[in-house]
Antibody
Framework: QLQLQESGPGLVKPSETLSLTCTVSGVSDDYISSGTHYWGWVRQPPGRGLEWIASIYYSGSAYYNPSLKSRVTMSVDTSKNQFSLKLSSVTAADTAVYYC????????????????????WGRGTLVTVSS | EIVMTQSPATLSVSPGERVTLSCRASQTVRTKLAWYQQKPGQAPSLLIYDASTRASGSPASFSGSGSGTDFTLTISSLQSEDFAVYYCQQYYDWPYTFGQGTKLEIK
């Protein structure tokens, strides 16, 4: 059964870089490189709502939330069915549960453009920014 | 950025009732609207995509409607397991954005 699993430090010091990896398991070796999905990250501060962070295609083409773009980098390792997130210069405001997500393509409504919704979520990992 | 606004923030309802949640976009998202359910301590899960298509495994009691800027999620008869927080999200344009959520509470 396909699963997404986040991994990485649960505690990061202020001004340092948060690094998380999502492993896609229960799939064929070349699943991410099949190109049928985007992959991404969503976060949720304690007791608050959801914020999309970034999404990436197997080719490395990525979209970033402008509010975080200067600090965020996503990468993908198709050989390991993994994708990663790096968020630099973290502060307490970056404390959140970080979810990795799979994006599926919605019905076509425009030529040459695709629309991607979050169809599968990891269980999430709490990252606390504190000294 | 497209701003998504959900109403109400909290809704107190009794099991068995029919309930409608609202979501409004600050500009058109055509039908590129999804609904997610989040239970305490769990990740969100997809209920509805493309405004009205039920996701695999979503109960038939859930239905979505709307297009453009106004959308609704209807639960035909509330079960105990439906008390949760519901989020709408647009994927018409980057950055993808969520509403602030509607919490369904037991009356």
């Amino acid at each position: 059964q396909l699963q997404l699993q986040e991994s990485g430090p649960g505690l990061v010091k202020p001004s340092e870089t948060l690094s998380l990896t999502c492993t896609v398991s229960g799939v064929s070796d070349d699943y991410i490189s099949s190109g049928t999905h985007y992959w991404g990250w969503v976060r949720q501060p304690p007791g608050r709502g959801l914020e999309w962070i970034a999404s990436i295609y197997y080719s490395g083409s990525a979209y970033y939330n402008p509010s975080l773009k200067s600090r965020v980098t996503m990468s993908v390792d198709t050989s390991k069915n993994q994708f990663s997130l790096k968020l630099s210069s973290v502060t307490a405001a970056d404390t959140a549960v970080y979810y990795c997500v799979r994006l599926a393509k919605g019905a076509r409504i425009s030529l040459g453009y695709s629309y991607w919704y979050f169809d599968l979520w990891g269980r999430g990992t709490l990252v606390t920014v504190s000294s | 950025e497209i701003v998504m606004t959900q109403s109400p923030a909290t809704l107190s309802v009794s099991p068995g009732e029919r309930v409608t949640l609202s979501c409004r976009a600050s500009q058109t998202v055509r039908t590129k609207l999804a609904w997610y359910q989040q239970k305490p301590g769990q990740a969100p899960s997809l209920l509805i995509y493309d405004a009205s298509t039920r996701a695999s495994g979503s109960p038939a009691s859930f239905s979505g409607s709307g297009s453009g800027t106004d959308f609704t999620l209807t639960i035909s008869s509330l079960q105990s397991e439906d008390f949760a927080v519901y989020y709408c999200q647009q994927y018409y344009d980057w950055p993808y954005t969520f509403g602030q959520g509607t919490k369904l509470e037991i009356k």
